[in-house]
């Protein structure tokens, strides 16, 4: 069992930044790690991913305004959100994933509003 808690959450206003972590209880260097949202009313939405290679993806509305991480060696996943948007209201859950076992935080709220 794998416990995974975030930070970094906060009230922005558009525009600005966050950086959002992922701390784990265990190793995470054997799995794929994600960032999930989900808005008020809205089904969770996949955010982005970064497999064990270091290989990344992102979804269309975040790309090239968000970035992941990770620390292997620090068992810590991070998640750069530049030019926030009130649509990025959300709260956001890190998960992570292989072959045996799927794991998920209870995520961090992110406000964007002026």
């Known amino acids: 069992q794998v416990q995974l808690v975030e930070s970094g959450g906060g009230l922005v206003q558009p525009g600005e930044s966050l950086r959002l972590s992922c701390a784990a209880s265990?190793?995470?260097?054997?799995?794929?790690v994600g960032w999930y949202r989900q808005a008020p009313g809205k089904q969770r939405e996949w955010v982005t991913s970064?497999?064990?290679?270091?290989?990344?993806a992102y979804a269309g509305s975040v790309k090239g305004r968000f970035t992941i991480s990770r620390d292997n060696a620090k068992n810590t996943v991070f998640l750069q959100m530049n030019n926030l948007k009130p649509e990025d209201t959300a709260v956001y859950l890190c998960?992570?994933?292989?072959?045996?076992?799927?794991?998920w935080g209870q995520g961090t709220q992110v406000t964007v509003s002026s």
């Open positions: 970064i497999a064990t290679t270091g290989v990344t």
């Open positions: 998960t992570i994933s292989r072959a045996t076992a799927n794991y």
């Open positions: 265990g190793r995470i260097s054997d799995y794929g």
